[in-house]
């Protein structure tokens, strides 16, 4: 059975950091493509991030390019979300999912996890 947990979302003030990570179990992590999506109060889910199971190739929105980075930490089949200089407009709660295709909709999602960014 395949589990993806994130954590370390929280309330941060704009401008300051926030790191999140989704640990999986039951599916190993560099075998599939990665991303993170985020949904806002009465907004759809949004894709924010993705990283391909080669690790060689990343992709942001344009509205977190040069804040966001995300990276994998095999060893611990872990993903990870490092945001900086955040901002009100990345409230959201977070979501990290996997993809077995190359191509087409991701087939496991965790729980979430909330981001709250306070002026």
């Known amino acids: 059975q395949v589990q993806l947990v994130e954590s370390g979302g929280g309330l941060v003030q704009a401008g300051g950091s926030l790191t999140l990570s989704c640990a999986a179990s039951g599916r190993t992590l560099s075998n599939y493509d990665m991303a993170w999506f985020r949904q806002a109060p009465g907004a759809g889910r949004e894709f924010v991030a993705q990283?391909?199971?080669?690790?060689?190739?990343?992709y942001y929105i344009d509205s977190v390019k040069g804040r966001f980075t995300i990276s994998r930490d095999n060893a611990k089949n872990t993903v990870h979300l490092q945001m900086n200089n955040l901002k009100p407009e990345d409230t959201a709660v977070y979501y990290c999912?996997?993809?077995?295709?190359?191509?087409?909709?991701?087939?496991?999602w965790g729980q979430g996890t909330q981001v709250t960014v306070s002026l």
């Open positions: 990283m391909t199971r080669s690790g060689f190739s990343t």
């Open positions: 999912a996997s993809r077995g295709r190359l191509t087409g909709p991701y087939d496991y």
